[in-house]
């Protein structure tokens, strides 16, 4: 029923910029909290950061935090990740879900994400 669509992932070296976007639907967008979600191979699932309903209020990871920004557009349904100075590190398949989702609960529902690969 609730649909992720991730977008905007890409090659690029270190030290690059790459910007996501993520558009939901089946749920009432403007009123849920959202978060960017990455996973590297071999990893565990890892919340990157979060925006409020209204996009005033966020939250990084530190692994991220000072790279990378969230914003949101209620109007589009879409959430966004725009991500500085990228290391390696950062390398993963990122999606957008709800703060909450777990990648092993079958109720909640994942997009196919898009890839990030960051070179050295």
């Known amino acids: 029923q609730v649909q992720w669509v991730e977008s905007g992932g890409g090659l690029v070296e270190s030290g690059g910029s790459l910007r996501l976007s993520c558009t939901a639907s089946g749920f009432t967008f403007s009123s849920r909290h959202i978060g960017w979600y990455r996973q590297a191979v071999g990893k565990e699932r890892e919340l990157v950061a979060v925006?409020?309903?209204?996009?005033?209020?966020?939250n990084y990871a530190d692994s991220v935090k000072g790279r990378f920004t969230i914003s949101r557009d209620n109007a589009k349904n879409t959430v966004y990740l725009q991500m500085n100075s990228l290391k390696p590190d950062d390398t993963a398949v990122y999606y957008c879900?709800?703060?909450?989702?777990?990648?092993?609960?079958?109720?909640?529902?994942w997009g196919q994400g898009t890839q990030v690969t960051v070179s050295s």
């Open positions: 879900n709800h703060p909450q989702a777990s990648a092993s609960n079958p109720n909640d529902y």
């Open positions: 925006i409020t309903e209204s996009g005033r209020g966020t």
